[in-house]
């Protein structure tokens, strides 16, 4: 879908150099720039208070990029968003998780893609909520900005925003007959091309903005014909039509192409209508996922199924950590998943504004979104088929948002109301040794809610702020199950296609209450207190009927202060966000299995490939931010981020524990300290030359954890390989990655000639971990290595 939209570990070292970069260059808030000042930082507006506001007048912590911003920075998909914000982190998962991305903002989100789990983290298209992390990372090709709001959002974003909120702008027609064409090649063939153009159909009443992008890449991840490139090691197993160089194919390739169209119709002055329709196909190869973990502690699978065949053991961990031998299939079973991601999505919205009166406005924002998506997963990376999968997805829903706005010398104020449609079929083929089946789940969603926010002006540079919603959330699952040919489930499945429809419903308030001053035109400070809700559930991914177990909500109350400066004269703008949140009966998944209600490994083996969701316990969540934009001299641009944060469990529910987790694990995917800095130069080459523009990026994140139980991978007493027993299969090291870029502007900056690279120093690293000891499988979601790219644009 479009969003149109040194593995050594850390290093005191590597965290001081990353965060003296990042202070020395000053520390980035930038966001929607509606127009350059005369020097210094250009005016930003925002619209997190549901009106437009300068950012330094916002009392929220808010990181925002325009296009233009992200294209300097060569940021093209969601993901790659992680680089611009303190305390947020976006990732690819594995396979898995189907075509996903998780999304966490100071220690909150979600990474498991079951439409039936929430995110922590709101999305929003064009102010339309995104109820799902599947097909979140969106092509970013045509966008007029990104905003970042981190804390509790719920008065003002709405469901599932108790992290914060990522909302992806796209450009509006304007009528003016512009456009522009880019293209840009790079290494393992990346070819990529996008394109606008806007022009008026009626005069200064309708206009039309067309875009469209086309990207490709091959994989950087080989996958070789295991007998081919091993005949000592392979036994029984053959060779499977590779050519003279051993590959069967790539991963981590990318393939997808996106096309929107947008009307706006002003009729009146007073009246604003925006309608979108977009259509995405993806058609890429699977994360680039490499074993590094084979140890089948219940005895190893061979290949066919023969006694005396090959068994699955370390020979299958490849030297060369950019390749892989997965095949994609099981020979046993006969079942095959293929190589290759599938995705298809569509929506379509409507945005009618109307200012009323002289200070009351209405606004209605609709919009429908369906989602087609298949992943093919082999988690045992070798052609043995161990354990291989099908994510077989579809999504779609319906939301309306309306909002009636007034304001005043003394008030502004916003009243509203908001409805979500959803339902999700998950047509999964599970197929792991001795289980067997498919899906046939749909996932019916209902939200409703009503809101108020209030901003209360009784002294001159001081505002009072209010808001409080309502919501109201209903979940019905049905669960059936078949095995791999379609027929009766097993035994152990069946009783699951008994089980009467599960219902989850729950209803709650939260509020926001603050304050902000202007000291002077140069500095605002503000506090806040704000609350956030996530929905609970049932268990989307039961095993066996006893599974099949509910969840409760989460909670968060959070406690901001702030302060945002702009200084000397404008060129020095340094905000500082600090942040005390009390996180209560967390939802987390553990990914390496849990057993519940009597369940054992040995009873019940599927239980330990249950995901089950559950409330683990509470726990304080402290940090700081900071940001700045810096501009010392005409043409010079520094930029920084950096943040610090502190996750402490207060309370352990006692399947927290039997989870393996411990009081001082921190939350998946959360780094405790993230920085980043840039530079940039444009140099006028003269009046009839143009500009030229060299810039570069630095970026630090911490350790992180793909699991909840950061250190629990192997339980207490059992086996454990030699070579394996001082590895955490769920640890993800620091890292430092570097990016440059030179770009030419042509004099009237019709054309734009740019050459780059990522991950400058060739750094080997990966983002994601999926490791299993019950199926004694292990997979690293690596990086790409260093890129190459050349971009050419054409602007009109």
């Known amino acids: 879908?479009?969003?149109?939209?040194?593995?050594?570990?850390?290093?005191?070292?590597?965290?001081?150099?990353?965060?003296?970069?990042?202070?020395?260059?000053?520390?980035?808030?930038?966001?929607?720039a509606q127009e350059a000042e005369s020097q210094g930082n250009t005016e930003i507006v925002v619209t997190a208070q549901f009106r437009e506001q300068n950012l330094q007048d916002t009392p929220i912590a808010i990181t925002a990029q325009t296009g233009e911003m992200l294209a300097e920075r060569g940021i093209t998909t969601t993901t790659q968003l992680v680089s611009v914000a303190p305390n947020v982190n976006l990732t690819p998962n594995a396979a898995i998780f189907g075509v996903s991305a998780s999304v966490f903002i100071r220690g909150i989100g979600q990474y498991d893609n079951n439409f039936a789990y929430e995110p922590g983290v709101g999305i929003y298209l064009d102010d339309i909520y995104y109820g799902v992390i599947t097909g979140a990372d969106f092509a970013l090709a045509d966008i007029d900005r990104v905003e970042i709001l981190r804390g509790p959002q719920g008065t003002l974003s709405g469901k599932n925003s108790l992290g914060g909120a990522l909302k992806i702008y796209n450009r509006k027609p304007r009528g003016d007959g512009s456009g522009y064409v880019e293209a840009t090649y790079g290494r393992f063939n990346r070819i990529d091309v996008k394109g606008a153009y806007d022009l008026g159909l009626v005069e200064d009443q309708l206009a039309m903005r067309v875009s469209g992008f086309s990207n490709s890449k091959d994989g950087y991840l080989t996958r070789l014909d295991f007998a081919c490139s091993n005949p000592s090691e392979a036994g029984n197993i053959p060779r499977i039509g590779s050519g003279p160089d051993c590959v069967i194919g790539r991963d981590g390739g990318v393939s997808t192409w996106g096309v929107r169209g947008a009307l706006r119709y002003t009729p009146t002055t007073d009246i604003?209508?925006?309608?979108?329709?977009?259509?995405?196909?993806?058609?890429?190869?699977?994360?680039?996922?490499?074993?590094?973990?084979?140890?089948?502690?219940?005895?190893?699978?061979t290949y066919d199924g023969d006694p005396a065949g090959t068994p699955w053991d370390t020979r299958f961990i490849p030297d060369d950590p950019y390749t892989s031998y997965s095949t994609y299939r099981d020979t046993t079973t006969g079942f095959s998943p293929g190589g290759q991601t599938h995705t298809k999505a569509w929506g379509i919205s409507g945005d009618i504004d109307w200012d009323i009166g002289e200070s009351l406005?209405?606004?209605?924002?609709?919009?429908?979104?369906?989602?087609?998506?298949?992943?093919?997963?082999?988690?045992?990376?070798?052609?043995?088929?161990?354990?291989?999968?099908?994510?077989?997805?579809?999504?779609?829903?319906?939301?309306?948002?309306?909002?009636?706005?007034?304001?005043?010398?003394?008030?502004?104020?916003?009243?509203?109301?908001f409805y979500y449609d959803a339902r999700g079929w998950l047509n999964n083929t599970i197929n792991s040794g001795p289980t067997q089946f498919i899906t046939d789940d749909p996932v019916d969603t209902t939200s409703k809610s009503a809101f108020a926010h209030v901003t209360l002006h009784p002294a001159e540079n001081f505002n009072i702020i209010g808001g409080i919603r309502y919501t109201d959330d209903e979940k019905t699952y049905v669960f059936t199950r078949y095995d791999l040919q379609g027929g009766p489930a097993n035994p152990g499945q069946a009783p699951l296609n008994s089980l009467p429809p599960q219902v989850y419903a729950g209803d709650r308030v939260d509020y926001r209450i603050g304050a902000d001053y202007?000291?002077?035109?140069?500095?605002?400070?503000?506090?806040?207190?704000?609350?956030?809700?996530?929905?609970?559930?049932?268990?989307?991914?039961?095993?066996?009927?006893?599974?099949?177990?509910?969840?409760?909500?989460?909670?968060?109350?959070?406690?901001?202060?702030?302060?945002?400066?702009?200084?000397?004269?404008?060129?020095?703008?340094?905000?500082?966000?600090?942040?005390?949140?009390?996180?209560?009966?967390?939802?987390?998944?553990?990914?390496?299995?849990?057993?519940?209600?009597?369940?054992?490994?040995?009873?019940?083996?599927?239980?330990?490939?249950?995901a089950a969701p559950f409330n683990a316990g509470d726990a304080d969540i402290k940090g700081i931010e900071f940001e700045a934009d810096l501009e010392p001299v005409e043409g010079l641009s520094i930029t920084g981020t950096a943040s610090y944060l502190d996750f402490e469990y207060t309370r352990l529910d006692p399947l927290a524990t039997a989870s393996r987790i411990g009081m001082d694990d921190y939350p998946p995917l959360t780094p405790k300290w993230k920085a980043s800095g840039g530079i940039a130069y444009t140099a006028d080459l003269g009046a009839n030359t143009g500009t030229l523009t060299p810039r570069f990026d630095i970026e630090y994140q911490s350790e992180t954890y793909s699991d909840p139980a950061n250190n629990g991978f192997y339980p207490a007493g059992f086996p454990v390989l030699p070579e394996f027993a001082d590895l955490n299969p769920f640890l993800i090291p620091g890292r430092t990655t570097m990016n440059a870029r030179l770009t030419y502007d042509s004099p009237d900056r019709d054309w734009q000639i740019s050459a780059a690279v990522k991950n400058l120093t060739n750094e080997f690293y990966w983002t994601n971990s999926f490791a299993f000891y019950f199926t004694g499988t292990g997979q690293r979601i690596i990086a790409p290595p260093r890129e190459w790219s050349i971009s050419i644009r054409r602007n009109f």
């Open 361 to 417: 406005s209405l606004r209605s924002i609709t919009g429908y979104r369906e989602l087609d998506t298949q992943a093919g997963f082999d988690q045992d990376g070798s052609p043995i088929g161990v354990s291989t999968s099908l994510i077989d997805n579809r999504y779609n829903q319906f939301t309306q948002e309306l909002r009636l706005s007034g304001a005043s010398d003394m008030l502004d104020w916003t009243v509203g109301g």
């Open 272 to 301: 604003e209508v925006n309608i979108a329709v977009d259509r995405t196909v993806d058609k890429s190869t699977p994360s680039a996922a490499g074993l590094f973990y084979a140890f089948a502690p219940f005895g190893a699978a």
């Open 518 to 610: 202007r000291f002077s035109p140069e500095v605002m400070v503000y506090g806040q207190f704000s609350t956030g809700y996530k929905g609970g559930g049932v268990n989307a991914k039961p095993f066996t009927a006893g599974q099949a177990i509910d969840f409760g909500p989460e909670t968060l109350d959070s406690w901001e202060v702030g302060v945002k400066t702009d200084l000397a004269d404008n060129r020095v703008r340094l905000n500082l966000a600090g942040f005390y949140m009390k996180y209560k009966d967390i939802q987390l998944v553990n990914a390496a299995g849990l057993c519940i209600n009597g369940e054992t490994p040995e009873n019940t083996p599927s239980c330990v490939l249950s």
């Open 1 to 32: 879908m479009s969003g149109f939209v040194n593995a050594a570990g850390v290093s005191k070292t590597a965290l001081a150099t990353a965060m003296s970069a990042a202070l020395a260059s000053g520390l980035t808030v930038q966001a929607h």
